[in-house]
């Protein structure tokens, strides 16, 4: 069973910076899609960043510019660079890798951005 752990999370000023990173537990074969997304009380989960393996790296509006997703295949890990961050980027962030035949899902990694 690969599990994905992922660390970095914590509380921070506006306009400070936070890099969430993912690892995976063994390497993963034929890996088509890595993403981050979060979670706010009481909003649907909703896609940070991915990578589409062969094909585009895509960011929100909310988010282009402020994060960069990025990935480290020989350490099977996915990280996320988030800089100026805002009171609104508050959530749980998820780390997800998607193979040919399942999606794998992080525990969630709680961001606070303070006023």
């Known amino acids: 069973q690969v599990q994905l752990v992922e660390s970095g999370g914590g509380l921070v000023q506006t306009g400070g910076s936070l890099r969430l990173s993912c690892t995976a537990s063994?390497?993963?074969?034929?890996?088509?899609?890595l993403a981050w997304y979060r979670q706010a009380p009481g909003k649907q989960r909703e896609l940070v960043a991915n990578?589409?393996?062969?094909?585009?790296?895509n960011y929100p509006d909310s988010v282009k510019g402020r994060f960069t997703i990025s990935r480290d295949g020989a350490e099977n890990a996915l990280y996320l660079q988030m800089n100026s961050l805002k009171p609104e980027d508050t959530a749980v962030y998820y780390c997800?890798?998607?193979?040919?035949?399942?999606?794998?899902w992080g525990q969630g990694a709680q961001v606070t951005v303070s006023s």
């Open positions: 063994r390497s993963l074969l034929s890996i088509r899609v």
């Open positions: 990578i589409i393996i062969g094909g585009s790296i």
């Open positions: 997800m890798i998607a193979t040919i035949s399942r999606t794998y």
